[in-house]
Nanobody, 115 residues
Framework: QVQAVESGGGLVQPGGSLRLSCEVSGSIFRVVAMGWYRQAPGKQRELVADITNGGTTNYADSVKGRFTISRDTAKNTMYLQMNSLKPEDTAVYYC???????WGWGQGTLVTLSS
């Protein structure tokens, strides 16, 4: 069973940066498109960035120009570099496949913006 484990969240001031990591068990990571999702309090989970196995990336308008998604196939790990963070970026961030059927959702990693 494939598992994706997120890490790297924390408390940061507006304008700050964080780098999230997503480690995936199994070689399937090499052939699937992956995505970073987030769920803010009281809102539905949304896809904020995705990357194909070939490295093509897409971003939600709300994070374009501030977030960068990348992947390291040798490490079975995906990253999300988040710069110029805003209060509205506060959420639990998850990683999973870009398209269903999804793997089981992990606990995510909490990103909190606080002044």
């Amino acid at each position: 069973q494939v598992q994706a484990v997120e890490s790297g969240g924390g408390l940061v001031q507006p304008g700050g940066s964080l780098r999230l990591s997503c480690e995936v068990s199994g070689s399937i990571f090499r052939v699937v498109a992956m995505g970073w999702y987030r769920q803010a309090p009281g809102k539905q989970r949304e896809l904020v960035a995705d990357i194909t196995n070939g490295g093509t990336t897409n971003y939600a308008d709300s994070v374009k120009g501030r977030f960068t998604i990348s992947r390291d196939t040798a490490k079975n790990t995906m990253y999300l570099q988040m710069n110029s963070l805003k209060p509205e970026d506060t959420a639990v961030y998850y990683c999973n496949k870009k398209r269903p059927p999804y793997w089981g959702w992990g606990q995510g990693t909490l990103v909190t913006l606080s002044s």
